[in-house]
């Protein structure tokens, strides 16, 4: 069974740096794309960032040269460093990973369990 975990969340003041990881394990061909979500309360999940297998990326505009996604293709992960927080980045940030199950089959999404990032003003 495919898993996405996450870690990496907590309170930060604003201005600081914070940084997420996401590692996906169990048995599985390959991983496609990668991103991170968030979704503050009372607002729909939103895409922070994305990342290919071939390191092309994409931000969000409300992110973009604040925040910096990699991948370790060896070790399953995707990273989120996140610089210059501000109180309107406080969500829970999900990890997504489009994974292809084995040789052959469609992919499937999946979403890690999600953790908190607070920051305080």
């Known amino acids: 069974q495919v898993q996405l975990v996450e870690s990496g969340g907590g309170l930060v003041q604003a201005g600081g740096p914070l940084r997420l990881s996401c590692a996906a394990s169990?048995?599985?061909?390959?991983?496609?794309?990668m991103g991170w979500y968030r979704q503050a309360p009372g607002n729909q999940r939103e895409l922070v960032a994305t990342?290919?297998?071939?390191?092309?990326?994409n931000y969000a505009d409300s992110v973009k040269g604040r925040f910096t996604i990699s991948r370790d293709n060896a070790k399953n992960t995707v990273y989120l460093q996140m610089n210059s927080l501000k109180p309107d980045d406080t969500a829970v940030y999900y990890c997504n990973a489009h994974i292809i199950r084995q040789r052959g089959l469609m992919v499937n999404y999946y979403w890690g369990q999600g953790t908190q990032v607070t920051v305080s003003s």
């Open positions: 990342i290919t297998s071939d390191n092309t990326t």
């Open positions: 169990g048995r599985f061909f390959s991983i496609n794309v």
